[in-house]
């Protein structure tokens, strides 16, 4: 296990993690989100190749519809 920041809270993950295994930890596949790792923007088609290292300050945002 290793630590990262996720939206400024220590979060323990896996050694190795991809950005997408950490998506669907969280439970928040499917949805649509922004996702940051110290404060460069990761496109979704690189999720699964960007894996997350020791302490990366890691910044999901989730777009909300409504009117």
């Known amino acids: ?19 997408y295994g950490l998506i669907a930890t969280l439970d928040l ?14 496109p979704p088609q690189l999720w699964p190749q960007r894996i997350l290292k020791e302490l990366d300050r890691v910044e999901i945002v989730r777009a909300i519809g409504g009117g």
């Open 1 to 19: 296990m290793m630590e990262i920041e996720l939206n400024g809270t220590p979060h323990m993950i896996l050694i190795s993690q991809t950005v």
């Open 29 to 42: 596949l499917g949805m649509r989100l922004a996702v940051a790792v110290n404060r460069e923007v990761v």
